[in-house]
């Protein structure tokens, strides 16, 4: 009667370290088969978000669709130089864990951090439509502190590198209907057309306190603010300075102007 008991006890270890050997080889096996896949929706997502900022984009998406010759791509580019970095593959590269890789990131004092965001990676994933070897459209991915949360979007210019092309935020916890109208279609669609450089090449784009007052000459770079969201949009202006200047994409921006400059 006792063996019977220590026999079935060994039994039921063993039937139970069987189960967790076959459940781990599935489990890790199915992960691997499906990591091409995973990586395949990884990238459909992004490119869907992408998508949908270049369809704010005149005519644009008609000649995506359209005409052979246009094409969107992404690229890893370092933001220091603003070069690409082809030895990064943009759709595994993941800049919020770089910022925070000791090689790949870097730490920002409170004097050159603006956007609040206290660590940012040296590297960047942009988007660019090209069409016959000019770039027509940039997408840039932008973040920074808001009242509550770190707002994640992306804001498109077009082929001048000034001319605002498109806004959006896919990522934020701002509170519904204040600052949470971020998202508002029709207020991203009054971002389009602003310039975020004078004539200087000094950032300019921000949202005012209230309504923008279209006789003043400074409208061309004012977006009304949103009610009972002040912190919000204060967010927003600085995310969008930060990401602007030098200390974020002005080097790529720089680049782009000069080899579009240089085509025929
Ligand atoms: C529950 C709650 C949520 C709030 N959410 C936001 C927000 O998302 N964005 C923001 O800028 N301010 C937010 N605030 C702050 C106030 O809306 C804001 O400081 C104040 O009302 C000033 O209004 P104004 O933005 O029109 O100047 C929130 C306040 C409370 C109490």
Redesign the pocket.
Known sequence: MAKSHVESRTRTLLVAFLVCAVCSVIVSSTSVFLEPRQRANRERDREEKILRIVHGHEGLADLLSGLSGVTLAAHVVDLATGDSADHLDPVSFDPRRAAIDPLLGIALPDNRDPAGIGHRSRFSVVYQVESERRIILVVLPVHGS???STMYGYLALGGDLNTVAGLTFFEHG??PG???EIEDPDWLESWIGKRVFDEAGKVRIEIV?DVVDLSSSDSIYQVDGL???????DGVTALLRYWLSDDGFGPYLERVRKSNEEMP
């Open positions: 808001g009242y509550a701002e509170t204040l600052g949470g306190p009610t009972g969201a002040t912190r919000t949009c």
